[in-house]
């Protein structure tokens, strides 16, 4: 079974730093883009970047991710990361970890339980 | 930006149907996709616009697409069927490379 768990979430002062991370069991990690998406308190869902399998391609929203934050990954240890630095108020949400497809544009199939930012 | 919208709310007694919609534009060269979220839990994928869904979802689920808008029908309604609802495309041409649409909560 496809398995996605989050971790590193917690309390941080506006301006810090926090690195999530997202272990995954259960598919061949290296074949599949990964994204980030986030949900703020009774909130709906939003979109906050996307990794190639390779990490050739990286895509944040422009809106407030781009240049705080930054996508990676670790083929060897099946795991994906999102560093969040500069963090303010507006960054407080639950922060999901999904397992896309082997090509973009297609659904987010796989999706973690989420980890908690507090700013 | 791209935006999707869908109602806030619907309404469905047990055992009838509950149809969901997402406007946005140029929907005709878009896939849509369609997100169940139970309270307390995580998103789960339930379907595409072309009616793939993953394991384990029902063929009460199905979708469709007209003009600038789509729609998730889900037949014959269970208690389980309540949640929010969120419906997904892939867009480039604002700030998020994938947009979620605003959510709908589907009250049994």
């Known amino acids: 079974d496809v398995q996605l768990v989050e971790s590193g979430g917690g309390v941080v002062q506006p301006g810090g730093s926090l690195r999530l991370s997202c272990e995954t069991s259960g598919f061949t990690f290296s074949d599949y883009w990964m994204s980030w998406v986030r949900q703020a308190p009774g909130k709906g869902l939003e979109w906050v970047a996307n990794i190639r399998n390779d990490e050739r391609e990286k895509y944040y929203h422009r809106g407030f991710a781009q240049g705080r934050f930054t996508i990676s990954r670790d083929n060897a240890k099946s795991s994906l990361f999102l560093q969040m630095n500069g963090v303010r108020g507006d960054d407080t949400a639950v922060y999901f970890c999904?397992?896309?497809?082997?090509?973009?544009?297609?659904?987010?199939?796989?999706w973690g339980q989420g980890t908690l930012v507090t700013v | 930006s791209y935006m999707l919208s869908q109602p806030p709310s619907v309404s469905v007694a047990p055992g009838q149907t509950a149809r969901v919609t997402c406007r946005g534009d140029n929907f005709e060269r878009k896939s849509v996709y369609w997100y169940r979220q139970r309270p307390g839990q995580a998103p789960v994928w339930v379907l595409s616009?072309?009616?793939d869904r993953p394991p384990g979802i029902p063929d009460r689920f199905s979708a469709s697409k007209s003009g600038d808008t789509a729609t998730l029908t889900i037949t014959r309604v269970e208690a389980g069927d309540e949640a929010d609802y969120y419906c997904q495309v892939w867009d480039n041409s604002g700030d998020a490379l994938s947009v979620f649409g605003t959510g709908t909560k589907v009250t049994v």
């Open positions: 616009y072309e009616n």
């Open positions: 999904t397992r896309d497809q082997r090509s973009i544009g297609l659904p987010h199939a796989f």
